[in-house]
């Protein structure tokens, strides 16, 4: 069986439950750390909107956790007390369930994902991961807005589910994407002024000081995003409920 990484997404409306969230982004990198069989994890903030703006969204955070195939990761992700935690916390939340089929670049000098070329990609997903330059604060985040929202007028139905996330606060961060099929993905990138824009800045203003890219099969899907439950929206099978 592949190796499985599962992102979870957690929506923390009250005050209470936010501040929650928020302690734990240092609190529970013990327990995390603690997991059987748990290959590398990360912690993400988000931005507002859809997630890609230098303006944090305290409500919304997500875990990143990597295991040796699916049936352990979603075992772990059901029984271990700190995600237990984190669902008793949160008015909403779900769990994306992927396998690799491409990676390429480091996170922490180091590529985390083991690469299974012969799944199937469609849906596929997409990560982009980077620590951004100090230097490049400026530039970077200046330009985000305009090409975000460009981004946004351009695509039309390929594009399933996207959020922006971070590590550390506009030093460190990542976009994920789920499109309905790896040639349309690949034919919104080409075809996309404002995504190679993007690259032809990054790659001219030497923004990155590490990066990483990787694309992922999706293999499961359970809970709701934003009122819709997820396995629905990808038009996959769910995996089951989440208690």
């Not at 327990?31 to 909107?49: E, I, P, V, Y």
Request: glycine share 8%; hydrophobic share 45%.
């Amino acid at each position: 069986m592949s190796q499985t990484i599962a992102l979870s997404l957690f929506r923390f409306t009250s005050v209470r439950a936010q501040l929650w969230a928020f302690s734990q982004m240092g609190l529970s990198r013990p327990s995390l750390a603690r997991l059987k069989d748990l290959q590398f994890f990360k912690m993400f903030g988000t931005g507002t909107g859809e997630g890609f703006t230098p303006v944090p969204n305290l409500g919304v955070y997500g875990l990143m956790t990597v295991w040796p195939n699916l049936e352990l990761a979603e075992d772990r992700i059901e029984t271990a007390s700190i995600f237990a935690r984190y669902r008793a916390q949160a008015e909403e939340t779900c769990t994306l369930f992927l396998s690799a089929v491409s990676s390429r670049g480091a996170w922490d000098g180091e590529n985390p994902f083991a690469i299974d070329e012969a799944l199937p990609r469609s849906p596929v997903a997409v990560l982009t991961r980077a620590t951004l330059r100090s230097s490049a604060l400026r530039g970077f985040w200046s330009q985000v807005p305009d090409i975000e929202a460009r981004i946004r007028d351009e695509v039309k139905g390929p594009l399933l589910f996207k959020i922006g996330m971070g590590e550390v606060p506009w030093l460190q961060q990542v976009t994920f994407s789920i499109w309905t099929s790896e040639e349309e993905m690949v034919e919104f990138a080409y075809r996309s002024t404002a995504h190679r824009e993007a690259i032809r800045n990054v790659r001219k203003g030497d923004w990155f000081r590490e990066e990483l890219y990787a694309r992922f099969a999706v293999t499961g899907a359970e809970g709701a995003w934003e009122g819709i439950a997820l396995p629905s929206r990808l038009g996959l099978q769910p995996i089951r409920a989440l208690a």
